[in-house]
């Protein structure tokens, strides 16, 4: 493409096909060598040696000027891009466009024969140092993405003339708040014009959004390459004798540390600008210069310090602080102290040394806990008369709840400070930071890391760690990610490892949708049922809303599901939520259960969330934050405070709530299951009227609103409202081989089997059976008539390990073991006159047919088992 | 391209080498802290300087003065020192560099010359 006659464009031109830091090593080791060769010349005073050196003399300076000349537009353009759009819409721009192109689009440009076809600039965007970048750091086959490219080519790309993309791409660039037009920048218009490029990009896994994060990285890391040279060391560095005319501190010394900043804290210090500037004006002030940086544990307020001290020791900051000593008081050491007297005494020896040296400026972290009421009130007021010195300047650093505490407590803190709050950094700037922070744990770990894992690892810091504030949050996941790479031994970072480390933190599933998984979310009710009998409506709409959410389909601000169980006891409602937390989870005790009716007055919601006033944590909150994938089920939601039910208001609609102590909690990753009873009468008549499932429903929602039991908007944040109905005796008799069943998997882990006939279920569920009280009775039913006895006869003996213990209802006594089975413990037949089942006599090996299975029938050839009538 | 490398040359390379020669003379300048340490040559060296207390009694005071005017010269004299070599090196930088900017525009003939001499003196006979 024919670009305008500029020394900018023709190095550009040379650069793109030959770098100049090929150059680079080759200058460095022949500068020396005129010099060396002037020594020999001079030393043998030879007119050889110095001809050599002017030789040499001569190649050095060619050298040095070429590669000045190569290198000197880099990362430079001829102009900066006017501040508004608008600009960008006149003719005179159309004119100008080359001179805001950078050094990298330029030589791109300069490359490429057609000006009126994006593709052939596309295609010299992906053959270029940025294109060879793209390629590595998101592992996709060069080859691959070409042949994708050249098929969107033949299917017919548009034409657009090479000023009016660039018109384009320079709006890109405006609005990205870029001072020139970026190689990212002229693809994103190329992207927004084309379709058919989007689809390339989609169909690698990728977003348009994602080459401004790369532009960025690819920025950050040629700036990570670039030499410092002499001239920027030597105007960066703070010289001698700055600090002569203040005072010696010794005591400061020993209780305190410099603040430094290093090379891969600069993007942090960078995001944090605006901070750093507050600060800086905060503590230029004559009088009570001194700052409070307000933020959550982790929000990058010790980096805020560090770049103002770095910017101090550069003498970059405001004259009235430049080369000033910025250092970190250990109050940890000094308040842990044995002799409180002596903390007292050391403190204010090491603030009037700071006074009197008069260029210290003091970093205290954790202030608010040297400011709050306690036994440590000493120690605040030995701080605060240094607070109103205009000769020393402290830095406080705390959080928001400790902020407040400590100015309720001393209101005088509100003065002496300048609050300066620290603010959450947005997407790009943490993704700016995780490209920094990788290039140093590349170094660190021997390892590379790919695009597609600092993505995810935002993506899942975002959604999986919600206590803790970016960056922090993300820079630990990428260190842990780096970690699992290692112990893997693989040699890239890659984007699953981010799953694998939560998945192990969390004990979850995280991610993408695994086969096994998949089988198990397609036969979900299934996997239900084996545990919940009956209550096929409740089942399906639990399993869709887990197929919904693993599926991607759900919106992710919400709880994986929110239901809310109504029906009358022992019916199965807590039964299937541990069913759930079992098949969904792996274990039922990934459940939080909370007992709502220990929730009944508005000061038990402190119990629940916390309490600023106790200092205590909530129940609910440190549950959650322990166990983010878990099924929270609220039982008796009906008794609960109206306030505790607002509280869910608001969980169930974003799926996050703030504590009593302003830090988030993420319910994302939770169930959410509420049981009532409330409206159990009226599903009895409604099954009596003989009322279809979906009207009962709908009049039941109706009828618990009618009676205020709960109010509308609680009932409608519920993804479902579940009707469960009582069983029948049928069920009934399901449910009762499902406690033999468990009860048999009990007695088998202590080396005991259990048989039974389908007799014994029949007689169960008879006796069992209660409309009112559910399954519940027929469990009390077990309990005390099966296991009770089970327990009493392997205490007495009766049975010995790896015998079968056998059931039979009272009518099919059994007659006495038969002496050559296998070794058993002969029991005692007991009168038959009141209560019904319990295990008599072993009479089976465990490797009889009937033993143990639970589907052993009456039918079956081994006789029963002498049925054991006790009375109680 | 050549005639847009001696553009570069005589536009914007010498404009930079000009900014460069200055920068490291006022960089050792600045390293040196000449400006502070003339500003603050009579200070006491590091503050150490003792208080002369209540009330007047000669000897104290004059002992303490002594000790004071000591702190002071003392302080004077490390400040004197550095800031001769701090002006020398300003000023070796300041000249090197003023040497550079002449030199930069006669580069292209210079370097031309300086192989043509080194080839004559190790045997080429170039003429």
Redesign the interface.
Known sequence: MRLP???F???AA?VSVMPARRFAGLRSALATVPFLFLGVAIATAS??W??????????Y??LY?WT??LS?YEDQSLMSLPATPEQLASPWFRTKWPRFVDFTTAGILAAVPDAEAPAAILEQIFRSRFGAFFFERTGIEPESWFASMRNTVREGMPTLPVADLIERAARVAVARAHRRILPADVLAAVIAEDPSFQKIILAHDLAPLDFEYLADWFTTLAEHRRERN??DR??A?P????A?????TVALDRASSPVRAFREDELHILAHAKSIGEIEEALAKSASANAMLIGAPGIGKMTVVRGLAERIRR?QSLPALNYRRVVRIAMEDIVGEQSFGSVVGNLERIFREAE???NAILVIEDIELYLSPGRKTTVADALLPFLRSSAIKIVGLTTPEGFAQAAATYPVVGSVFHEIRIAEPDEETVMQILGDVALAAETKHRRTVQYQTLKKVYALALHYLAATPFPEKAVNLLEEVFIYAKETGSRIATPDMVEKVLARKFGAVIGRVEEGERKILVNLEQELQKRVIGQTEAIRAIADAVRRKRSGVAAGSKPIGSFLFLGPTGVGKTETAKALAYVYFGAEDSMIRLDMSEYQNPADLGRLIGSLDTREVGRLVEEVRAHPFSLLLLDEIEKAHPNVLNLFLRILDEGRMTDAFGKPVDFTNTFIIATSNAGSEFIREALGAAMPYADMQRRLVEEVLQKNIFRPEFVNRFDAVIVYTPLSREQAQRVARLFLERLRRRLMGEGYDLSWTDAVLAWLAEKGYSPVFGGRELRRLIQDQVEANIARDILAGKYKKGDTIPLAPPAETPPPPAPASAPVAAAPLLPSTSAPISPSTSVASPSTPESGSGQASSEQATPPSPLDISAH | MPLQFFRWHYGDGFRQTAILSVNIAVGCFNYFSVLELARTLFLPWHRIIEGYGRGFDPSTFFSTLAGNIISRILGAIVRLVVIVVGLAVSAGAAFLGALWIALWPLLPLVIPTALIWGLFLIGFNVF
């Open positions: 006659a500029h020394p464009f023709t190095a040379i007119g050889f110095l001809g050599l050196a002017l030789i040499a003399l001569s190649a300076l060619t000027l000045s000349f000197f002499f001239v030597l105007l560095s010289g001698i004798g700055k002569w005319g203040f005072g010696f003498g009197y040296a008069g």
